[in-house]
């Protein structure tokens, strides 16, 4: 009669002794695969979940960014193109650029692929004197914004002038008594007042908008402008160095860019709050999700172990018990000539069998209870998911470990009934 058709009959004989041992074995193997597996679908939701935070934090920050775009927009314009030979200390001084450069330097800027700028504003202004009202005035030529060609149609930040038409800054319209539609000759030319700006609190006030062609005309310089005005772009090439280059290159350096420095520092200044503040948003989802998950697994290195451990025992103290009640049994095969070594190769068979059942029926019971907690404590669409959650490395290791476990917990006991004196025994019972 082989080890395992031994260790089959007393298994049959003692089945209680034997369920008992199975269940300590399935506690252990249920507590540490449904353990496992609720960890690995916290994983799995966190992941999920952080993917889902981080997608609507990145929304919300370009929302954020589109927001601050939009307010620095009140700011107007902060970039200016001058011809090359303007001399920047004149400007300053004057107001005004003297120098003029071709109206088609705009055209090619809007026909490229220009990316630091948009919003680009032709214009030829200049300070005269308004004779026929005898007050000096900052006369600007312009024809409205030119569109980009590579990019969707924006709302310019100035609305074009309509031929025949002007459009005075406040202090212009107090002085001059003009109002919307009355008619006005500036230097021998009729208009009709279109627009009054209220107080602007700048040189706006003292200042009077045309058409370009007709102040081209006017002036007696068709065809010239004397600065194009533009706003940055909120990126990060949108540097005085980046808009040099690309608008040098473009225009064959034949223009110089100068940044109006209030008005582009606060806009640099919302874009670097708009990105300071996303960063922030998504580090703070993710270190959030790394929290968790290490709660979690400290959970479960310290409650696994525990369970585990007791576990052994329990199964320990059952294979000393069983030893103990068949010590008679023991002692008759040793009498009739079994060694030691076949005496522990039934108790630690018997232990394989323990460990074998208890692990098939602990990894479906821990596995199976793990996925429906999931299951039941996520939101709709959210939960992990059996297919996601099975792992065969952890099934596997479970079905080799958990009978090698057993059947070391059983060893000592097995070694016992091996050494005991078949003679003593039998004189005892």
Known sequence: MNVWHLALREIGHRRLHFGLAVAAVLVAVGCLVGELTLVRAHEVRAERLGADQEA??????????????????????????????????????????AETMPESYADRLAASDIVTVRHLLPS???????????????????????????RDAKQPLEPPVAKGTMVLGSVVGERSGLAVGDEAVLLGRTFTVAR??????????VTVWIDLAEAQALLGKPG?????LALSCFCDE???????????????????????????????????????????????????????????????????PLVVAGCTVWVGLLALGNVRDRRGEIAILRALGVGAGRIVSIFLARAIAVGVLGAALGYAAGFGLAAAWDAARSAPGQAAGAGVLFGPALAAATLILAPLWSAAAGLVPALVAARQDPAVILREE
Do not use: C
Not at 62 to 88: C, F, H, M, P, S
Not at 224 to 228: C, E, G, L, Q, S
Not at 283 to 298: F, S, T, V
């Open 224 to 228: 010239r402008i004397n600065a194009i």
């Open 238 to 304: 949108a540097t005085p160095e980046g808009m040099n280059r690309e608008i040098g290159g473009i225009l064959d350096g034949q223009v110089q860019v100068l940044e109006l420095s209030p008005q582009a520092a606060a806009r640099r200044a919302a874009r670097s709050r708009a990105v300071a503040h996303g960063t922030e948003t998504v580090d703070a989802e993710a270190a959030a999700r790394a929290r968790r998950r290490l709660e979690r697994q400290a959970f479960a290195a310290w409650v696994v």
């Open 56 to 97: 609507a934090a990145r929304e919300r920050v370009a929302r954020l960014e589109d927001d601050y775009r939009k307010i620095t927009l009140g700011l107007g314009y902060n970039v200016l193109i001058l011809a090359k030979d303007q001399d920047r200390g004149r400007f300053y001084a004057e107001g005004y650029a």
């Open 196 to 205: 009054v700006h209220p107080p602007r609190g700048n040189e706006d006030d």
């Open 124 to 150: 030829l202004q200049v300070r005269t004197e308004w004779p026929e009202r005898k007050m000096p005035i900052t006369l600007i030529g312009t024809r409205g914004e030119v569109p980009t060609s590579h």
